[in-house]
């Protein structure tokens, strides 16, 4: 068990609706990341947060958005959803803001997220 | 840009044997490298890391990892082989502070492990 925690695990819904994934980071992490792992892009880093302020961005759609609360854990909204954006979606935490540090970023289980 | 190639889709070992799952990267300055591995329908695990100092690094499960600078690699490797190692084995670097990005993991396309009993 990494510590980090994910909800939903599951989750099927139609195109063009809202979803929210929600992520509790390790205790005291501050540093919060957003990965999409499907079978044509492979493991793609989203977004990350660090102690409530967005910290890097990296393929996240327009449709994405995401935020870091101050109790730290952290929700991807994904909207106007298509069939493409079923995949895993990962989050992951690590202790340092992890510029230019070797700290390890501990990942959750995933949500997996099926879009008919 | 920072990458990391995973040069075999599936690596195929017969129990007891020993293994490598290879790892070549392209970084500015010295790199930060990472193994996970993800079991069926599971998360990724970390496995092992090299930051600095001893180029072989050892982590969980029996794994390490041998880090060679001059050919740019970080195979992992383990001397004998369990079914249960079955998995995908991802190799990872850090991107660091790169183009404003900091921090994050740099991915390769992942590695198939399956262990033959």
């Known amino acids: 068990d990494s510590g980090v925690t994910q909800t939903p695990k599951h989750l099927i819904t139609a195109t063009g609706q809202r979803v929210t994934l929600r992520c509790s980071p390790r205790?005291?992490?501050?540093?919060v990341y957003w990965y999409q792992q499907s079978l044509d892009q492979g493991l793609q880093f989203l977004i990350q947060?660090?102690?409530?302020?967005?910290?890097a961005k990296g393929n996240i759609l327009e449709r994405f958005s995401a935020q870091q609360f101050p109790d730290l854990h952290s929700e991807l909204n994904l909207s106007s959803l298509e069939l493409g954006d079923s995949a895993l979606y990962f989050c992951?935490?690590?202790?340092?803001?992890?510029?230019?540090?070797?700290?390890?970023?501990?990942f959750g289980e995933g949500s997996w997220l099926t879009v008919v | 840009a920072q990458s990391v190639a995973q040069p075999e889709d599936q690596v195929n070992v017969a129990e007891g044997n020993p293994l490598t799952v290879k790892c070549t990267y392209s970084?500015?300055?010295?790199?930060?490298l990472f193994w996970y591995v993800q079991y069926p329908n599971r998360g990724l695990q970390f496995l092992l890391k090299?930051?600095?100092?001893?180029?072989l690094v050892k982590g969980s499960y029996g794994f390490e990892a041998e880090f060679n600078k001059s050919q740019t690699s970080f195979h992992l490797k383990k001397p004998s082989a369990l079914v249960s190692d079955s998995a995908l084995y991802f190799c990872?670097?850090?991107?660091?502070?790169?183009?404003?990005?900091?921090?994050?993991?740099?991915f390769g396309k992942g590695t198939k492990l399956s262990v033959k009993p």
């Open positions: 992951a935490s690590s202790s340092l803001s992890g510029q230019n540090s070797g700290n390890t970023i501990y």
């Open positions: 205790s005291g992490d501050l540093s």
């Open positions: 947060y660090y102690n409530g302020e967005e910290r």
């Open positions: 970084v500015s300055g010295n790199p930060y």
């Open positions: 090299y930051i600095t100092g001893d180029n």
């Open positions: 990872a670097v850090r991107d660091r502070n790169y183009g404003g990005s900091q921090g994050n993991l740099i």
